[in-house]
């Protein structure tokens, strides 16, 4: 680990450079530097070796099986060293009575370079013409596990990654232990809901990113000229400058909008107008695994104006007082739709109009990450991951909401997204929030 501490720490020593405008050109020209030495495979075998004997015992399994395989893969392929799989890989993970263990049935040719990796116990080589999953199978059979997690899920996409075919094949090759298959849902939820210190790190740096982007993209609008559009390939630009690449699909990242509420959408040939509140919802990833989800918000000022009128002015702080109030509200053993409930409170003391959106999300290795929902509390019927507890170590993306109706009965909502990360005793923002609304033409 001491490699990967040095490394954080000269991204520290780079990104506090950035501040300096001076420096922007020469972290910019030397952006492909910056992501060179890429700190996940040691984060991943730190993840396999101590996050996942936890996850497997917290699903009450004692025994993981993932099939990784060329063109079709498991998603969760990457987090267990199966990227590069071509012909089937049996990916074990177990306990016995040693302790805790992982083994790989590898076609013969990959098995030297995943053995080169080191990021499992032992990778048994199987000849050309031998099935892996045979071998695999029997394998399991000795053992006698109790419970073997398999990727099936009706709740969680990165924990079904397990084909149709495939599992008739894994059932056929284990016989009478094909009783014991049951779905990995809780143990890959509990394994990616929780981030390293070193992973929340990166994420910080994704998130400053993100924000620190959105500010340059403010000062570049002119009012009656500049498109929403055109906001959004300035953003598309600084990622290309810095070697970044999208947090989610590339068609609505950013999401920039000055008109109506849109959801998640794409960005808008509507040209920006005095009067506009924009909001920009943006997010980068960063060696192509940690993601961030940012938003900040404008005001354009109208010919005259120097301030935002008072009732603006008024959204915006009701929205950050329910960002406030959530992030207070996060802490071990909360439910997700608590923290909703949280800012919900403010939300209707202010009189905002109905807002259909959670409160929050998870996110890390994707914008809307394995975890609990920070959702809920306004539904009868709140999904299952708004019941699930926050946990030390999750991080989020999250806002603070404030909708009004618009003279054309269309509605704007203010939403002040950050991102945080729970901590032992309650939550701690990623980057410095958004504390003032982005007034855009003030002199």
């Known amino acids: ?127 050309r013409g031998i099935s892996t999953l045979d071998q695999a199978a029997d394998f399991i059979k000795e053992k006698n596990f109790s419970a073997i997690a398999i990727n099936t899920s009706a709740s969680n996409s990165l924990a079904d990654g397990l084909t149709h075919s495939q599992h008739l094949e894994l059932e056929k090759a284990l016989g009478e232990e094909a009783s ?97 509140v924009i909001q920009i919802d943006f997010g ?20 005259g104006e120097t301030e935002a009128p008072v009732e603006i002015q008024s959204y915006w702080n009701h929205g950050k007082a329910g960002s406030r109030a959530a992030l207070a509200a996060m802490k071990p053993g909360v439910k997700g739709e608590d923290v909703d409930r949280a800012q919900r409170n403010l939300m209707e003391a202010a009189g905002s109009e109905y807002v259909m959106w959670s409160t929050g999300h998870p996110v890390g290795y994707v914008a809307h990450d394995v975890g609990p929902n920070l959702g809920g509390s306004q539904s009868p019927t709140p999904r299952p991951a708004a019941q699930k507890e926050l946990k030390e170590g999750m991080t989020f993306a999250f806002d603070g909401f404030h909708c009004w109706k618009l003279p054309d009965g269309n509605t704007k909502t203010i939403s002040v997204e950050e991102m945080a990360v729970v901590t032992s005793d309650g939550a701690t923002y990623l980057i410095e929030p958004q504390e003032e609304l982005i007034l855009v033409g003030k002199k």
């Open 1 to 127: 680990m001491n490699r990967l501490v040095n490394l954080l720490f000269f991204f520290l020593l780079v990104f506090q450079a950035c501040d300096q405008p001076s420096e922007k050109q020469t972290v910019s020209q030397n952006s492909e530097n910056l992501w060179s030495n890429n700190p996940w495979p040691e984060i991943r075998k730190e993840r396999i070796s101590v996050l996942l004997p936890k996850a497997m015992k917290a699903a009450g399994v004692d025994c993981w099986v993932s099939i990784c395989r060329e063109n079709n893969n498991d998603p969760i392929a990457s987090h267990i060293g199966g990227e590069n799989a071509s012909g089937s890989a049996i990916f074990i993970f177990y306990f016995d009575e040693v302790g805790f263990h992982s083994l790989v049935f590898s076609p013969d040719g990959e098995a030297t370079a995943l053995d080169e990796l080191d990021i499992h116990d032992t990778v048994v080589r199987v000849e």
């Open 284 to 303: 980068v990833k960063l060696y192509d695994i940690w993601v961030s989800d940012i938003q900040r918000f404008g005001y354009v000022l109208k010919d």
């Open 180 to 276: 014991k298959l049951v779905s990995s849902t809780e143990l890959v939820y509990e394994w990616l809901s929780i981030k390293l210190p070193a992973e929340v790190e990166i994420l910080k740096q994704a998130a400053k990113l993100a924000s620190d982007f959105q500010y340059e993209a403010y000062q570049m609008i002119e009012p009656g000229k500049t498109t929403d559009a055109d906001v959004a390939r300035f953003l598309k630009s600084k990622m290309v400058e810095y070697g970044v690449t999208d947090a989610w699909h590339p068609d609505q990242n950013p999401n920039v909008n000055s008109g109506p509420d849109r959801g998640h959408s794409h960005a808008t040939d509507k040209v920006i107008q005095g009067g506009d």
